[in-house]
């Protein structure tokens, strides 16, 4: 079992930038590629990032350029650093844990996910 904790969301204005963490515990860390996923009100979830446990990352298209999704595997914590938000930002974001990178990439842990609202 892999237990993730989300933290850092929030409300901005259009341009601004934050910051997602996303704490884990319990199996190994390092065994885990962990990715970000986001689900905005009356929408699929969408795939938003993903990084290996060497640090190779993948993006959504939407936020290709704008994002950047990172690992300190000595803290058992990710990244999200969010820029150039926008108002379709708006969603709460869900961290998860897979086994592979993929594409496509897989949670098999989920958190509880943490809203993030950019105001226009």
């Known amino acids: 079992q892999v237990q993730l904790v989300e933290s850092g969301g929030g409300l901005v204005q259009a341009g601004g930038s934050l910051r997602l963490s996303c704490a884990a515990s319990g199996r190994t860390f390092t065994w885990y590629a962990m990715g970000w996923f986001r689900q905005a009100p009356g929408k699929e979830r969408e795939f938003v990032a993903v990084i290996s446990w060497s640090g190779d990352t993948n993006y959504g298209n939407s936020v290709k350029g704008r994002f950047t999704i990172s690992r300190d595997n000595a803290k058992n914590t990710m990244y999200l650093q969010m820029n150039s938000l926008k108002p379709e930002d708006t969603a709460v974001y869900y961290c998860?844990?897979?086994?592979?990178?993929?594409?496509?990439?897989?949670?098999?842990?989920w958190g509880q996910g943490t809203q993030v609202t950019v105001s226009s």
């Open positions: 998860a844990a897979g086994r592979r990178v993929g594409p496509p990439f897989i949670g098999d842990y």
